[in-house]
């Protein structure tokens, strides 16, 4: 299961590790907890009036064509994004938002779906959100919270039968290591490296990069993410920075996604390269007991 605050964060992180494990067999679900109702047009090329006056739904087809292109199941949370204040006084969050809500309510609502879908391994941000948007971060709260009560039968008890996954997992999709190894390929081979700017005032961060535990190889399908990527199109321009790198930079630069494993029920050695490590020799109905838990030794 996959946790994420709005239609693309399922295609824009851990994209190719979906697409990979879908083709191994494994049932995956992503759950998004908002709509992207006040989300911005990102592509030039759909910034048109009929666009936005119907963007709730446009970004709902997008995500009905990424969900075909990935193989998953897709369920949304049923709240109402945030949007995302800028500036100096920004404005206070939107009444009855996502991140207005209250976590208790929202994570009742995510338990439910734990306990139907029964999850083994669930993905999402760190407490920073991945990028300090509100939803994001809320999206954190909420999910740590369900992870904990999902196997509490005094927890939600009208949410259904408890059910505990077995491992958490935090996306690091966009750091420091990986856009350096990107952009050197591109200088290697002669090619403009849309990096070099911006990595000019971004300092390596050692106690971060400590942070990836899990790496998981998935260049080979690369492709599908990039495709799942373009079926958002208001937010994903074909022409702009998602793909100002080759493919064939990426996958020799930087083959894996990558993740840090913050909560494990299972004995887990980092590093890994398998989300499903420690749980393959396990039966598909196994829960852990509720209480179990533990931080991961790698974890913050």
Request: glycine share 8%.
């Amino acid at each position: 299961m996959h946790v994420h605050a709005h239609p693309d964060d399922e295609s824009s992180k851990g994209a190719a590790t979906t697409a990979r494990y879908v083709a191994e067999g494994v049932e995956v679900l992503v759950v998004t907890c908002t709509g992207g109702e006040r989300g911005s047009i990102l592509n030039p090329h759909m910034d048109r009036p009929d666009v936005l006056a119907n963007l709730s739904e446009i970004r709902r087809q997008e995500m009905d064509r990424a969900r075909e292109i990935l193989g998953i199941r897709q369920e949304w949370l049923g709240f109402v994004d945030s949007g995302f204040p800028e500036g100096d006084n920004p404005a206070p969050l939107p009444e009855g938002s996502f991140a207005a809500t209250p976590v208790d309510e929202s994570a009742g609502a995510l338990v439910r779906v734990m306990r139907e879908f029964r999850p083994h391994v669930v993905t999402t941000y760190d407490e920073n959100g991945g990028y300090p948007h509100p939803d994001h971060i809320m999206c954190h709260n909420v999910t740590i919270a369900a992870w904990e009560a999902a196997g509490d039968p005094d927890a939600y008890p009208e949410a259904g039968q408890p059910w505990h996954p077995l491992k958490l997992y935090y996306h690091h999709s966009f750091h420091w290591e990986r856009t350096k190894a990107l952009h050197d390929e591109m200088v290697r081979r002669g090619l403009e490296s849309p990096y070099a700017e911006r990595l000019k005032e971004w300092k390596p961060d050692p106690a971060h990069a400590a942070r990836v535990t899990t790496r998981v190889p998935c260049a080979d399908y690369f492709p599908v993410r990039d495709k799942a990527l373009l079926a958002h199109a208001t937010q994903i321009d074909p022409e702009g920075p998602w793909f100002a790198c080759p493919l064939e930079v990426h996958v020799a630069a930087w083959p894996t996604e990558d993740y840090e494993l913050a909560r494990s029920l299972v004995e887990a050695p980092v590093p890994e390269d398998d989300l499903f490590a420690g749980l393959r020799d396990l039966g598909e109905d196994t829960p852990a007991p509720h209480g179990a838990g533990r931080l991961a030794p790698e974890a913050s």
